[in-house]
């Protein structure tokens, strides 16, 4: 008996070596399967836009619409004076209707006196087209300080930045804009577009991509 030993005992390591190696193996396809990456982890997303209103709007309006989501637009204030249809729209939709100044000039080379007229006036012209004065409001170039902020505050508006850039104003191309979205959408993200400025066509050709995906992955739309 005592010459089958060590041949016995190197079947119980043997076997014991093979156990380990499977617990291992199970453990990592299980955790392969229930760990999704973090961009598809559901949540909430805001989608909002800026430079509007433009003849793309109503585009953009359109592919909201059909997809039964909401967003903010950051308008500029002169867009509103020349488009206030398209404001109105916009709101009469659901959609709701930021502050982004007057011109979309970098704010923080302004006096303080002329940072007020180019949030009041953009306020004052938002609330003539929907009846309704804007409680946001979005920096042009997301470039403020403390006087800016003050000075919103002391308007009613709500400062709102972003934290994922389409960065579609580059014009990179449409599948471009929608990886830029998906690559890095998280709960709570505010995603950076725009429908106004220049030519916003891939835009709206990406936006319901990005939607779709979104929708897929769980998320719902809010407004920041």
């Given at each position: 008996?005592?010459?089958?030993?060590?041949?016995?005992?190197?079947?119980?390591?043997?076997?014991?070596?093979?156990?380990?190696?499977?617990?291992?193996?199970?453990?990592?396809?299980?955790?392969?399967?229930?760990?999704?990456?973090?961009?598809?982890?559901?949540?909430?997303?805001?989608?909002?836009?800026?430079d509007g209103p433009s003849?793309?709007?109503?585009?953009?309006?359109?592919?909201?619409?059909?997809?039964?989501?909401?967003?903010?637009?950051?308008?500029?204030?002169?867009?509103?004076?020349?488009?206030?249809?398209?404001?109105?729209?916009?709101?009469?939709?659901g959609d709701v209707i930021?502050?982004?100044?007057?011109?979309?000039?970098?704010?923080?080379?302004?006096?303080?006196?002329?940072?007020?007229?180019?949030?009041?006036?953009?306020?004052?012209?938002?609330?003539?087209?929907?009846?309704?004065?804007?409680?946001?409001f979005r920096p042009p170039?997301?470039?403020?300080?403390?006087?800016?902020?003050?000075?919103?505050?002391?308007?009613?508006?709500?400062?709102?930045?972003?934290?994922?850039?389409?960065?579609?104003?580059?014009?990179?191309?449409?599948?471009?804009?929608?990886?830029?979205?998906?690559?890095?959408?998280?709960?709570?993200?505010?995603?950076?577009?725009?429908?106004?400025?220049?030519?916003?066509?891939?835009?709206?050709?990406?936006?319901?991509?990005?939607?779709?995906?979104?929708?897929?992955?769980?998320?719902?739309?809010?407004?920041?």
């Amino acid at each position: 008996m005592r010459r089958f030993l060590p041949l016995l005992l190197s079947i119980s390591l043997a076997c014991l070596g093979t156990l380990f190696l499977l617990a291992v193996a199970v453990s990592d396809a299980h955790a392969q399967t229930s760990t999704l990456p973090a961009q598809q982890v559901g949540g909430s997303v805001a989608l909002t836009f800026d430079d509007g209103p433009s003849t793309f709007t109503p585009q953009i309006l359109n592919v909201l619409q059909q997809s039964g989501v909401r967003a903010t637009f950051f308008e500029v204030g002169q867009q509103v004076q020349a488009r206030p249809g398209l404001t109105q729209e916009a709101y009469q939709a659901g959609d709701v209707i930021g502050n982004h100044s007057w011109s979309h000039p970098n704010l923080t080379l302004l006096t303080p006196s002329q940072v007020q007229g180019q949030l009041s006036r953009t306020s004052a012209a938002i609330q003539q087209a929907t009846g309704v004065s804007p409680t946001l409001f979005r920096p042009p170039y997301g470039a403020t300080n403390t006087t800016i902020s003050a000075t919103a505050e002391q308007l009613g508006l709500r400062p709102v930045l972003w934290n994922v850039d389409s960065l579609d104003w580059e014009r990179p191309g449409v599948n471009a804009i929608v990886r830029n979205v998906l690559s890095t959408a998280n709960n709570g993200s505010i995603v950076l577009m725009h429908d106004g400025g220049g030519d916003r066509s891939e835009t709206v050709q990406a936006l319901p991509q990005i939607i779709a995906e979104l929708q897929q992955r769980g998320f719902v739309f809010v407004t920041p």
